[in-house]
């Protein structure tokens, strides 16, 4: 089945004199992850909070699977699942109640609730404490309520507010798995986190919200296509003796090179030249160990936006900044810099 996800289209939002959203349009398609990405204070609560129907935007339209949030809150209620960054009341409640309340509200007859809360328990892994009062829970056990009470009315559509955040390394895991479930039923899901590599491995598409503006798609792509540093690592080498053996074999100086413990970082700017890089120094007889970029390119991009990346370059066609690159001709003598 097919639904419309997620349409936004110039909304705004101010506290005061504060413009906490600023003419945000952003479509999250159903069938997809979505991630929702910026730094503190760019907006992504005070947005997700609008398509769940619990803040009206000054201005502009919401459309969730074609319901609007403000004129119809009953009807988008029924359709969003919405995990917001920490679990609100109900400290008093054990988990099961929770659940099973959430599910009275939501008109399920109480038996119907009872089984979806014993089911979402076991899914989340809080059956063990499924009889504990909530306010007993730990973060990340507060975090799994959070996430089950927001999946207890099967919602078409998941809108989640820093799910990660607390969660051990086997919930992150369980996490993603759960997103990619939801979106191959043909659900939609928005996602904001700050942790990008968590991101990284479970988002299909991103939105960049930077001072309460999403960033136009040519911006992202430009940060997207800059240079971005990847490690690597040679066998028995110790990092500064393997500086100038990655130097000679990419011809850069060594000083465009950077150590990082016992690793070496090289910019490069593209998987096609990080293709050729690989293909040289294995050509040169190194032991490469290991050979992987550094940053996601979700975290890159956060990181380029945040310092700036002129709109101009976007513009220009085609657009490639002057990073230094490796395993092609714009290498030179002087070296490249970063
Ligand atoms: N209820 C409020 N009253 C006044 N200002 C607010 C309110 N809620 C948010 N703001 C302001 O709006 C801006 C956006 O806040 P918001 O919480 O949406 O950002 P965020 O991107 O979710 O941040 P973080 O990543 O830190 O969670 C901030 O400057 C914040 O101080």
């Given at each position: 089945?097919?639904?419309?996800?997620?349409?936004?289209?110039?909304?705004?939002?101010?506290?005061?004199?504060?413009?906490?959203?600023?003419?945000?349009?952003?479509?999250?398609?159903?069938?997809?992850?979505?991630?929702?990405?910026?730094?503190?204070g760019?907006?992504k609560?005070?947005?997700?909070?609008?398509?769940?129907s619990?803040?009206?935007p000054?201005?502009?339209?919401?459309?969730?699977d074609?319901?609007?949030?403000?004129?119809?809150?009953?009807?988008?209620?029924?359709?969003?699942?919405?995990?917001?960054?920490?679990?609100?009341?109900?400290?008093?409640?054990?988990?099961?109640?929770?659940?099973?309340v959430?599910?009275?509200?939501y008109g399920?007859?109480?038996?119907?609730?009872?089984?979806?809360?014993?089911?979402?328990?076991?899914?989340?892994?809080?059956?063990?404490?499924a009889?504990?009062p909530?306010?007993?829970l730990s973060?990340?056990?507060?975090?799994?309520?959070?996430l089950?009470?927001?999946?207890?009315?099967?919602?078409?559509?998941l809108?989640?507010?820093?799910?990660?955040?607390?969660?051990?390394?086997?919930?992150r895991?369980?996490?993603r798995?759960?997103?990619?479930?939801?979106?191959?039923?043909?659900?939609?899901?928005?996602?904001?986190s700050?942790?990008?590599s968590?991101?990284?491995?479970?988002?299909?598409?991103?939105?960049?919200?930077?001072?309460?503006e999403?960033?136009?798609?040519?911006r992202?792509?430009a940060?997207?296509?800059?240079?971005?540093?990847?490690?690597?690592?040679?066998?028995?080498?110790?990092?500064s003796?393997?500086?100038?053996?990655?130097?000679?074999?990419?011809?850069?100086?060594?000083?465009?090179i950077?150590?990082?413990?016992?690793?070496?970082?090289?910019?490069?700017?593209?998987?096609?030249?990080?293709?050729?890089?690989?293909?040289?120094?294995?050509?040169?007889?190194?032991?490469?160990?290991?050979?992987a970029?550094?940053?996601g390119?979700?975290e890159?991009?956060f990181?380029?936006l945040?310092?700036?990346?002129?709109?101009?370059?976007?513009?220009?066609e085609?657009?490639?900044?002057?990073?230094?690159?490796?395993?092609?001709e714009?290498?030179?003598?002087?070296?490249?810099?970063?």
């Amino acid at each position: 089945m097919t639904s419309p996800g997620i349409v936004v289209e110039g909304v705004r939002r101010a506290f005061g004199d504060i413009q906490a959203v600023r003419n945000v349009s952003l479509v999250a398609h159903a069938g997809r992850v979505t991630g929702l990405v910026g730094p503190n204070g760019s907006g992504k609560t005070t947005l997700l909070l609008m398509l769940a129907s619990l803040l009206a935007p000054d201005a502009g339209s919401i459309r969730i699977d074609g319901v609007d949030p403000i004129s119809d809150p009953h009807a988008a209620r029924a359709l969003i699942g919405w995990m917001p960054d920490a679990l609100g009341a109900w400290d008093a409640l054990t988990s099961r109640e929770t659940l099973v309340v959430t599910g009275r509200l939501y008109g399920m007859p109480k038996a119907e609730a009872s089984a979806r809360a014993t089911a979402l328990l076991e899914e989340v892994g809080l059956t063990a404490l499924a009889d504990s009062p909530a306010k007993v829970l730990s973060r990340g056990q507060k975090q799994r309520l959070g996430l089950a009470r927001a999946l207890v009315h099967e919602p078409r559509v998941l809108l989640l507010d820093e799910p990660a955040s607390g969660l051990d390394p086997q919930a992150r895991i369980d996490l993603r798995v759960l997103l990619r479930r939801f979106a191959a039923e043909g659900r939609t899901v928005l996602v904001s986190s700050h942790i990008l590599s968590e991101l990284e491995e479970v988002v299909d598409d991103a939105v960049f919200l930077v001072a309460g503006e999403a960033v136009d798609a040519g911006r992202v792509e430009a940060a997207a296509r800059r240079a971005r540093p990847w490690r690597v690592r040679l066998d028995g080498v110790e990092a500064s003796d393997a500086r100038p053996q990655v130097a000679a074999a990419l011809r850069l100086s060594p000083e465009s090179i950077t150590v990082d413990r016992r690793d070496v970082v090289v910019e490069i700017s593209s998987d096609e030249d990080a293709v050729a890089a690989l293909r040289e120094l294995v050509a040169a007889g190194l032991a490469v160990a290991e050979f992987a970029a550094a940053q996601g390119s979700l975290e890159r991009t956060f990181l380029d936006l945040g310092r700036g990346v002129p709109p101009q370059e976007a513009a220009a066609e085609p657009a490639p900044p002057a990073p230094p690159t490796v395993g092609g001709e714009q290498t030179n003598d002087e070296g490249a810099t970063a």
